[in-house]
Nanobody
Framework: QVQLVESGGGLVQPGGSLRLSCAAS?????????MGWYRQAPGKQRELVAA???????TYADSVKGRFTISRDNAKVTMYLQMNTLKPEDTAVYYC??????????WGQGTQVTVSS
């Protein structure tokens, strides 16, 4: 069973930075179609933050373009989200998502990111 373990969340002041990691187990990089980060703030729907395909094509939500960078390390089967210039509105639970080549989706347990002074 594929498992996704997120780490790197926490409390940061506005303008600060955090790097999230998502480590996948029981799957090889060649079986992954795409990985992505989603977030869900209290009272709001879960939304896509950024995604990266096996071909390294990236997609970003307009609200994070220029501030967040998604990347993958295929050797470690790990995805990262570098978040810079964080704003209070970035506060949410961030979830890692993986879609394999058979179009099956897997989710991590989520990691809390809080941006506050």
């Amino acid at each position: 069973q594929v498992q996704l373990v997120e780490s790197g969340g926490g409390l940061v002041q506005p303008g600060g930075s955090l790097r999230l990691s998502c480590a996948a187990s029981s799957i090889s990089a060649s079986s992954i179609f795409a990985m992505g980060w989603y977030r869900q703030a209290p009272g709001k729907q879960r939304e896509l933050v950024a995604a990266i395909t096996s071909g390294a094509t990236t997609t970003y939500a307009d609200s994070v373009k220029g501030r967040f960078t998604i990347s993958r390390d295929n050797a470690k089967v790990t995805m990262y989200l570098q978040m810079n210039t964080l704003k209070p509105e970035d506060t949410a639970v961030y979830y890692c998502n993986l879609r394999n080549v058979y179009n099956l989706n897997y989710w991590g347990q989520g990691t809390q990111v809080t941006v506050s002074s």
